[in-house]
């Protein structure tokens, strides 16, 4: 068995097991105890597409690495492992809306006006104003934005 190898069937028994990735997750869904040679081959094992939602395995993958910065989806189900899967257009992602309050944890689907649209985690909220971080925005990068729901163009919230 190769080291890749190896590395992969040890995250799949990793999340088999149900050991959360979320426990050992630090901030950008980079887990700590990871090395960065380890995260080096996981990132060249799961090259991931700006919008392109893969398997379960290509996710485990990109929270286990830097990978998930180039994709908003991977990004956020690091910082919430409920969120559903086929979540690749935008219409998918409005499909999961079930509320239009925020609160810190919800997942926000933003209306891109493009056909996958975005997703962003929600840090925390203050009145109206409403704090998010994102994978894949601006383009290939994680960052963080504030603002309203309107001014952000949130159409509503997955809890």
Known sequence: MT?????????????SAALMITATVASGCIASDVSDE??????NEAQLSA?????????????????NCD?????????????????????DKVAIINTQTASAGAV??????SYYGHVAYV??????TINIAEGNWPSGSCGT?????TGLKIAGFYK
């Open 3 to 15: 080291h890749q190898s190896a590395w992969r069937t040890l995250s799949l028994l990793a999340a």
């Open 38 to 43: 380890a995260a080096d081959e996981a990132s």
């Open 51 to 67: 919008e392109e939602v893969g398997t379960a395995e290509d996710e485990l993958l990109a929270c286990a690495s830097a990978t």
């Open 71 to 91: 994709n908003c989806v991977y990004y956020a189900r690091c910082r919430k492992p409920s969120l559903p899967y086929g979540l690749t257009s935008y219409n």
């Open 108 to 113: 926000a689907i933003i209306n891109t006006g």
């Open 123 to 128: 840090t925390s909220v203050s009145g109206s």
């Open 145 to 149: 934005r504030s603002g309203t729901k």
